[in-house]
């Protein structure tokens, strides 16, 4: 029978990226069925405890203490992953941090050091994110909020309190940002240039920022306000305030605008101030119908037409011929499966499907799309939601979920076309690709055919031209975007020839 | 009024919202509170940026380090 096995260490604190390598590093040990280390947050408690981690002594555990936790086979195992464990934590994390030489522990002694400081970026376990934001607000801080796990009510109350102080709140759960040209999180290395953008969402911003980029263009600034503003409850309190940024920004030429679908009244909202504009803006509100929209702004159902619109550029014409790359798909063989780490290029991805006239199927459907389990034979994952990522890392960030799910697909004689999303830039995994092409390889040749895309640019970190050639070489199709992948997968299905 | 003088009063108004405009004046300069690989990544790329060695505060209690920025000004 399996041993559970507690260590409780008070008053012992590292950032969640430390701790889930040591998780990783843990549970890859002989005899242990699996393990975490988290902080004792009571959002904490209850994941440790579902994933059947927790000992009854820890529930008395705060967010002050870090718990380590290990199911083994039997206490001997257990017992050596534990020591394994605080040997890891005793390891100097150098490397990190090396910033300034000064480390302050708030973030009132920080702004000593930093008194022109004007954004506060927060990573902080969720359960103190909305604490430590209303006390960079009130310090005088913008705020781009990484984390996520914060109330609605918390959202509305810290979107409130920023715009009476005339402050920005891009979050809670905000990913990606660039400001002046600098990336912030999960962003890409993209030319300054006049297209501004707003988004709800990070991998969206990701992907039209991208395409701006591969077509020679620049952007402003990139603003995420988080995925919930233009809900009801919070009313696009966050959109509102970038709107009036970038109206007011002299190197904002053309406003772009990315969301999952709003509430109708916040949309109408919204699309009431960008008639109001002095400024081109376009619109793409990903699985809703064109709303009634003014002159100066132009609809784009896909995250690619948002970035032909702005640009001014259509990629019609660059299109390579994918069929002489395509292989034949195997007998027998007629799902599509997509296996996305970006919810938005998921959502994207649905949309050209339902265009197309083709059913799909979601774990986060779109409008029109149906719920996983339905029947409906082609899927697309995200696996970024929270059933996925519930304490474990993102797959941008660590591919391990992706690579079981990707495993199981390839091995599945039902499935025709596997789509996948390749997500690069600043914060994601040095090379995804070749994670991917590892996997795939290890699958043989009786498998379905991949189709992938790369969200990023040349310029980024793992480099975009560098990705795509690992793809190539490893047998899989590449289109020249996430829409594209698509496209070209449900033309696999149809091919006469 | 025509259309175009109609915007032409309305893109003022967006403009006399209250949005504090310095945070799009140039290159930010960050405190960076939690994952240290972001201040990492910015010093990388020259960004000013102060890395906080945050712990939860409050003894870990949620609920009094709620309360306790609520009172902070």
């Keep these: 029978m399996s041993k559970i096995v507690n260590r409780v260490c008070a008053g012992l604190f590292l950032d969640s990226v430390i701790l889930m390598q040591i998780s990783r590093s843990i549970t890859r040990l002989d005899g242990v069925e699996d393990a975490a280390l988290m902080i004792g947050t009571p959002s904490n408690l209850d994941l440790l405890d579902n994933a059947k981690l927790l000992a009854r002594a820890s529930r008395k555990a705060t967010g002050g203490d870090l718990i380590l936790a290990v199911r083994a086979r039997d206490e001997t195992a257990a017992a050596s992953a534990l020591a394994k464990a605080e ?76 715009v009476a102080a005339g402050l920005l709140v891009m979050g809670p759960d905000c990913g990606t940002a660039i400001i002046g040209g600098v990336p912030l999180a999960f962003a890409n290395q993209i030319p300054q240039g006049a297209i501004g953008i707003i988004g709800a969402s990070g991998t969206g ?69 960008l008639a109001h504009s002095e400024k081109p803006c376009t619109v793409c509100f990903l699985g809703a119908d064109a709303p009634s929209l003014p002159d100066n702004v132009s609809f784009a159902r896909t995250l690619k037409a948002a970035a032909e619109l702005a640009t001014g550029r259509s990629s019609k014409n660059k299109r390579p011929e994918f069929k002489s790359v395509i292989p034949p798909v195997p007998p027998g063989r007629q799902r599509i499966h997509g296996l996305f780490c970006g919810g938005t290029l998921s ?71 596997i789509l996948l999303d390749v997500v690069i830039g600043f914060g994601a995994h040095p090379d995804p690709a070749g994670t991917i092409v590892q996997v795939v390889a290890a699958a043989g040749t009786e498998r379905p055919i991949v189709v992938a895309s790369v969200t990023g640019t040349d310029d980024d970190p793992q480099d975009r031209r560098t990705q795509v050639a690992k793809l190539v070489d490893g047998g899989i199709v590449v289109a020249p975007t996430n829409a594209d992948a698509a496209k070209l997968a449900l033309s696999c299905l149809v091919r006469d020839d | 009024m025509n259309k175009a003088s109609d915007q032409q009063k309305s893109g003022a108004q967006i403009k006399e919202k209250t949005v504090q405009q310095s945070l799009l004046n140039g290159p930010p300069q960050v405190i960076n509170l939690g994952l240290a690989s972001f201040a990492d990544e910015l010093t990388k790329q020259g960004t000013v940026v102060v890395h906080v060695d945050w712990s939860p505060p409050a003894r870990g209690d949620v609920e009094l380090a709620n309360l306790l920025s609520k009172l902070n000004e």
């Design chain 1, 347 to 417: 959502s994207e991805a649905q949309v050209v499907f339902l265009d197309q006239g083709v059913s799909v199927a979601s774990n986060a459907p779109i409008p029109g799309a149906e719920a996983v389990g339905s029947g409906t034979s082609h899927v697309l994952i995200d696996l970024g939601s929270d059933e996925y990522t519930r304490g474990r890392p993102h797959p941008m960030i660590d591919p391990t979920v992706r690579d079981e799910e990707l495993t199981k697909a390839l091995a599945d004689p039902t499935i025709a076309v």
């Design chain 1, 87 to 162: 040997i890891l934590l005793e390891r100097p994390t150098v490397g990190h941090t090396g910033t300034t030489t000064l480390r302050p522990r708030t973030l009132r002694s920080a702004q000593d050091i930093l008194p022109a400081a004007n954004l506060a970026l927060i990573s902080v376990p969720g359960d103190f994110a909305a604490a430590e934001a209303r006390k960079a607000l009130r310090a005088g801080l913008n705020v781009m909020l990484f984390s996520d796990n914060v109330s609605l009510s918390e959202e509305v109350s810290l979107k409130r309190e920023a």
């Design chain 1, 205 to 273: 911003i990701q992907e039209v920022s991208s395409l701006i980029a591969q077509a020679g263009y620049g952007v402003s600034h990139a603003l995420g306000v988080g995925g919930r503003d233009l809900s009801d409850p919070v009313g696009g309190i966050s959109t509102l305030a970038a709107l009036a940024m970038l109206e007011a920004d002299s190197a904002t030429r053309h406003i772009v605008l990315i969301s999952k679908p709003p509430s109708q009244s916040v949309a109408k909202r919204v699309i009431d101030t």
